[in-house]
């Protein structure tokens, strides 16, 4: 019976000092999390993803050709969230102590920005800080229209529930940009 008694208490024991494992991930599977490309960075209610260290990491993947052929997401199509855009550069324009009103609109292939500024900077300076910043974002081939004309907030405004296949988007579009081609904020073209 002591024998039996003996062997049970030393299981226990060497079970419960191999189990220290107290839910939290060795060295090893907090890198290799880390370096799958497909995990989960979070979302805006995760606290994770609110905590500072998050927000000041460097975006970093790697892929293997077979890793890359395995990811059930490999056809996904890449897309960009145009509000999202919008949302960056109005921010960076309006810290900006020229200006006082932002309204973006960020389509397919252009970015209309109209502002209403004070006399901080001249025209065209004021046009530059614009343009420079949608140039910041989005990728080089977006046609980027700035006007300080601040009739055309409105306008732009009114295009803010659109979608690409409303019909008469199209044509507001060309109007308001056939607005902003008429005025300086200097050759209303990517440079």
Not at 19 to 33: C, L, P
Not at 165 to 177: E, F, G, V
Request: with cysteine; aromatic share 6%; charged share 30%.
């Amino acid at each position: 019976m002591k024998n039996i008694l003996y062997s049970l208490i030393f299981v226990v024991i060497a079970l419960s000092a191999c189990s220290s494992n107290d839910g939290t991930m060795g060295e090893h599977e907090k890198i290799a999390d880390q370096l799958d490309p497909t995990g989960d960075e979070g979302t805006l209610g995760d606290p994770e993803y609110n905590d500072s260290e998050a927000h000041t990491r460097l975006g970093f993947v790697n892929y293997t050709k077979d890793q890359f052929e395995q990811d059930p997401n490999k056809n996904r199509v890449v897309t960009m969230d145009r509000k999202e855009m919008a949302d960056i550069i109005s921010r960076i324009i309006i810290r900006h102590e020229a200006f006082d009103e932002i309204a973006t609109l960020v389509t397919g292939e252009e970015v209309l920005i109209a502002y209403e500024k004070n006399d901080t900077l001249s025209d065209q300076e004021a046009a530059d800080v614009a343009r420079k910043s949608a140039m910041s974002v989005l990728p080089r081939f977006f046609e980027i229209y700035v006007s300080d004309n601040n009739t055309l907030i409105g306008d732009i405004q009114s295009l803010h529930n659109s979608t690409t296949t409303d019909d008469d988007y199209k044509n507001t579009l060309n109007r308001i940009i056939k607005e902003m081609d008429k005025e300086p904020p200097e050759d209303n073209e990517n440079n």
